[in-house]
């Protein structure tokens, strides 16, 4: 989603906010823009592309842009086509700010304004937020300053927001404030910043402060003053982020999404390190008070949205076949507009690879307000807002996801997910000693698992060459490896632009069999589980209309390949962890197959990284 960045210092911060932009480029966006005030009181100058921040950056360059305090944005269009008029930063007479998120009254404001004189030039709602801080400067009888108006124009804005303004009437600072979208502050040497993402900061900075809901914050040479949500001055604590510069370079990979498909055994070795030296596994994995909370919850519920939700239904298979206890996965964005009835002593567990995801953080809320008590957050981000607001968290340790395509975060989310599988199993005294032994063998043998099957890519690579070619694709799996199916397909339709779908592999014969001919590519996750042999019934299904097979096959299966079949034989039976071997794959399939057709890997079309608007 959109990105910000602020800065001042005494030197020329237009590098800084361009390669702050370059690090949120993975977020989505479709114009970028930037906004400095030069020392001396130079007036704001502004420019604007539609473009990659690559050609941004060209053009400031040729524009002789410089200046000492600024702000910048990345856009991923809500309100307006692309294009420069619709491109943040917005200014109205010598005010300037960029905005994340969504106003809801924006119509009802503009329509004041109208009528008080000012004139609208693009199509966004971040224009009317440039006019009302100017508005509210205007009307500051007693002479208050930039901060003062910001202040009073959020309490009258309704919807998510992160806002940056500079003013050059005010030139010795710049504000900000959030409510609902993710916004921090980084902390120099006589020198300070804004951004709405870590990754844009460590450049500068590895201090960052995260400002809460409702927080209003003055940055200035001499430092930051927050006031909270009531409008008290507060102190929010200065975080030191573990995050690296390093981590978010791709290194000898061509995208960042090869690169972290390839960081999977390092990924889930180190979210399961907690576990790989231990006997045993205890619920304080979860935080303080966990055993309490687990012991009491007679059901999950589950809330989560895109790749994460599939992480979720394949626990649902886990929680309920291992620990015996019932378990509901619920898409965030629509639990949160309908009607449930509330079980008080269910454990709310919500996943999210940012932290951030707004319908995420907005179905967590209703789940309280439902009278949900206990809430449990899986998450890859500490200092999210989701950890925060959850009373239990588990941190995934898959470092910076860059691609928008959500990989190693899944396969983190898993691992975490079987963790607590166990955890509540052995509270309700279904994991006996020996099957628990088993497990913790088959977990610290998970990241050399993943290691070996990677070893297929080849393989895969050559799927893909006919994929490419393709226009749609049938994705197949049977009870616990028909969300894996789901996931393959997502892979592939949002990184390749290839129409694909998943169906429980029994469903064939209900539908959608009726797609299948030889132009109709099918794959299929053909583990040798309990449901194997029913799997090798619907294939044949398959094969008997002039489908063309692709089949993921353990070792010891009796698959094999010829005319209209093809087969990759897995490296590892996984057994119960067999969902998360069978992801990687998948992933590559997506991968290579856009690969063959050209497109952006890491920026596939119309999509974002982190979701923070609904």
């Known amino acids: 989603m959109c990105g910000i960045v602020g800065a001042i210092a005494k030197r020329n911060v237009v590098p800084v906010l361009l390669e702050g932009l370059k690090r949120l480029e993975y977020r989505g966006y479709d114009s970028a823009g930037v906004a400095v005030l030069g020392a001396g009181g130079a007036p704001l100058r502004r420019v604007r592309s539609t473009g990659r921040v690559a050609e941004l950056e060209k053009l400031a360059q040729a524009q002789g842009l410089a200046g000492e305090i600024g702000i910048a944005h990345t856009r991923w269009a809500t309100h307006g086509a692309p294009s420069e008029q619709n491109a943040h930063p917005h200014i109205s007479n010598g005010v300037s700010v960029v905005h994340n998120g969504i106003i809801e009254n924006h119509d009802e404001l503009r329509a004041r304004l109208r009528a008080k004189g000012y004139e609208f030039v693009s199509d966004t709602d971040t224009e009317v937020i440039a006019h009302l801080v100017h508005s509210n400067l205007q009307s500051n009888a ?33 504000v900000v ?43 200035a040479l001499t430092g930051v003053s927050v006031t909270d949500a009531k409008g008290l001055p507060i102190d929010r604590p200065v975080h030191v982020s573990l995050l690296t510069a390093a981590a978010v370079e791709l290194g000898p990979y061509r995208h960042f999404m090869e690169k972290e498909i390839h960081e999977q055994p390092m990924a889930v070795a180190n979210t399961l390190e907690m576990v790989t030296s231990a006997q045993s596994v205890s619920p304080q994995l979860f935080g303080a008070g966990a055993e309490r909370v687990l012991r009491g919850a007679d059901a999950v519920l589950i809330l989560a949205c895109g790749t994460s939700y599939h992480a979720g239904m394949v626990a649902r298979y ?25 079980n008080p002593k269910a454990l709310v567990v919500t996943i999210s690879q940012s932290g951030e995801t707004a319908d995420t953080l907005a179905a967590l809320q209703y789940a309280k307000t439902l009278g949900h008590a206990h809430t449990l957050a899986i998450c890859n981000v500490p200092e999210s807002a989701l950890v925060r607001a959850s009373d239990l968290r588990f ?57 070996n099957v990677l070893h297929v890519e080849p393989q895969v690579q050559m799927w893909a060459e006919k994929f490419s070619q393709r226009h749609h694709a049938l994705f197949l799996g049977r009870g616990i490896h028909y969300p894996i199916a789901m996931e393959g397909a997502l892979k592939l339709k949002e990184i390749s632009y290839i ?27 053909a583990p040798k589980d309990a449901l194997y042999e029913k799997l090798r019934s619907n294939l044949q299904e398959v094969r008997a209309r002039g489908g063309e097979l692709h089949v993921l096959a353990d070792q010891d299966t009796k698959m094999t390949g010829g005319e209209g079949v093809q087969v990759i034989r897995m490296p590892d039976h996984a057994g119960l962890l ?18 063959e057709r050209g497109n952006d890997v890491d920026k596939p079309r119309n999509l974002a990284k982190s979701v923070t608007v609904e």
Request: proline fraction near 5%; hydrophobic fraction near 45%.
């Open 395 to 451: 941190l995934t340790r898959a470092g910076p996801e860059i691609g928008v395509a959500s990989t190693k975060a899944f396969t983190t989310q898993l691992a975490a997910l079987v963790l607590l599988t166990m955890a509540l199993a052995k509270l309700r005294g279904r994991l006996p000693r020996e099957r628990e032994q088993a497990l913790l063998k088959a977990l610290r043998h998970l990241p050399t698992a993943l290691q």
């Open 499 to 525: 129409h694909a779908e998943a169906y429980a592999a029994g469903e064939l014969k209900h539908g959608p069999l009726a797609l299948v001919d030889r132009d109709m590519p099918v794959v299929a996750i």
């Open 142 to 174: 007693g002479g208050a300053g930039l901060f003062d108006a910001l202040r009073r124009s959020v309490a009258e804005l309704v919807g998510a927001y992160a806002i940056a303004a500079v003013s050059e009437n005010h030139p010795s600072s710049f």
């Open 578 to 595: 067999s969902p998360i071997l069978h992801t990687v794959p998948l992933q590559l399939l997506a991968y290579h197959a856009a690969l």
């Open 318 to 342: 886990w929680l309920e076949g291992v620990a015996g206890i019932p378990c509901t996965v619920e898409i965030a964005s629509e639990y949160r507009y309908r009607d449930s009835v509330p």
């Open 177 to 219: 404030a959030r409510h609902g979208a993710p916004l921090l502050l980084g902390i120099g040497e006589g020198e300070y910043f804004a951004a709405s993402d870590a990754s844009a900061l460590v450049q500068v900075t590895q201090r960052m402060v995260y400002l809460e809901d409702g927080d209003c914050a003055e940055v």
